[in-house]
């Protein structure tokens, strides 16, 4: 884009601020039903560098700006950028280069055994064969036994779509050393059949400290990919999601080697998304002898914060909860001791830096804010702001402890429609009208962020604001939790201001004003507008980061 002369974008809708995102108490845009004045909606935008510098009508645009370049998108909506603010790209770009076991892609466990036998078939000696987003609930079980069959000889990984355990056959055990005789580690099991034989379920840490290099915590790992295949799988990465009306994300765990990975991706020119990270726990002293903190980087690639985790999932049942699952045994798995995490936090606190702790079950959650109330108490540090990632099953006193810490609230927004009626059968249903809150959060005046947590949920934001207005399941058509539901201006809030505010830039994104980034989603439809059983199927037709194309045009 040409830096002195701006260019007028223009459509038939522009929704330049929307909903109420929470924490700063304030509304903007156009919210049915809100009796507060409100901002008329431009027809134009005047973008000069990577800069909104003005809005208004066509004709004023064009008055003030007689050589101005005009794009008109006519019948199209724009929006302000979409924003995940917990997603994995460094994770997933080894996914983009293996095999993808989704329910979508699968759809039976034969299909499945099928898809792992071909690959297996072709494999060189030693090598693994890597697969994600499996789903037991949707596709069915697969266990060491299953995969024997298929694979004896060569190692096979299944990872569920949680991922929070996987699945490996006996070869892959014996790669890793496993056997009947192997403690369970600290924060993770792993599972056995009724004879007490492993199964080759790897759960929580038991898991992680083979796969995931920015948490593992052992010396024998299952090999990664190399530095130019994960280049070249988050390239790939990027471009789908910007196909999807992505502008930024927050990377929600990375490790140096992944900064460094996305940083060659910005040097080739193919980062056209701008990110955020959370730096693992288990790289911080790293990170502080090297002065780095929230904030380090520039609007392109930036940290903003340290990632720690407390328990497990909820699509993988394993989060903590305070009373059990439908198994009355059962309460979820803490991975990190409530020592560690008080120490941890207390750390990256008295640092100033902001910490997002991963907590899904009520008990966790209550672990994490006692010990955000501790360190705020003894260390004060005006204006810092942590994060609960995830913060999935709330009640009332969470909800005013969080308000009065000014914790930000980071749910997952496509679930409800990703899992329907089986979050029921897993939590209940009394449970469920208190889980991804974001009703509560925005009326309790909590920031609260949009966030698919991909590749655990679907990474279309389209589908996660038609999630959060309908919480109701796309396969199934079972409504959960409707008490939470939130109009679509606000699901478009939490996915752009209330996204920026989860990084602290909501000075610069969200919004479609004067002075703001001119990061922004064009669409064929206006999701404010349209039945919301449709917003996911909006067509998206460009996005654009600092006023160039990214996607479309």
Known sequence: MDERTPTIFRADAIV????????????????????RTLMPEPEALAVTGETITSTGTLAELRDRFPRAEVVDFGDSTIIPGLNDAHIHLALTAGDALHLDLSHEAVGTIPALLDTIAAEAGAASAGEWI?????????????????????????????????????????????????????????????????????????????????????????????????????????????????????????????????????????????????????????????????????????????????????????????????????????????????????????????????????????????????????????????????????????????????????????????YAGYHGGALNSWYGEERMGRMFAHRSFLDAGITVAGSSDYPCGPYQPLFGLQSLVTRTGVDDGVTVGAAQRVSAAEALSIFTLGSAEASGEESLKGRLTSGHIADFTVLGANPLTIDPQGIADIDVRATYVGGDAVFGA
């Open 16 to 35: 330049a601020q929307a909903g109420a995102p929470g924490g700063t108490g304030m509304r903007h845009g156009t919210v049915p039903g809100d009796d």
């Open 130 to 414: 890597k697969g994600s987003r499996y789903d037991d609930e949707k596709t069915g079980a697969v266990l060491r036994n299953d995969l024997d069959r298929i694979a004896p000889e060569v190692p096979v990984l299944v990872n569920h779509v949680a991922g929070h355990w996987g699945v490996v056959n006996s070869a892959g055990l014996r790669w890793l050393g496993i056997d009947e005789s192997t403690p369970d580690p600290d924060g993770g099991r792993y599972e056995r059949y009724a004879d007490g034989q492993l199964n080759g379920k790897l759960v929580e840490r038991a898991l992680m400290n083979v796969l995931m290099p920015a948490t593992a915590r052992g010396n024998r790992f299952i090999p990664g990919d190399t530095v130019d295949d994960l280049q070249r799988g988050a390239a790939k990465t990027i471009a789908k999601w910007n196909a999807a009306g992505l502008t930024s994300i927050c990377d929600a765990l990375i490790s140096p080697q992944d900064i460094g990975i996305l940083s060659a991706v910005r040097e080739a020119g193919d980062l056209g998304l701008r990110v955020g990270m959370l730096l693992s726990i288990d790289h911080y002293d790293k990170a502080v002898e090297l002065g780095v903190g929230s904030g380090f980087g520039d609007d392109r690639l930036k940290l903003i914060g340290v990632k720690a985790f407390l328990d497990g999932a909820i699509g993988g049942r394993t989060c903590l909860l305070s009373e059990p699952f439908t198994d009355p045994n059962y309460q979820g798995v803490q991975t990190t001791s409530t020592q560690e995490l008080l120490a941890d936090i207390e750390r990256v606190h008295a640092d100033g830096n902001r910490v997002g702790v991963h907590a899904n079950g009520d008990a966790a959650i209550r672990l994490v804010l006692d010990a955000y109330e501790d360190v705020s108490r003894r260390i004060s540090r005006p204006g810092l702001r942590h994060r609960i990632e995830h913060c999935s099953l709330v009640d009332e006193d969470i909800i005013d402890r969080m308000h009065r810490l000014g914790t930000i609230a980071v749910p997952f927004a496509g």
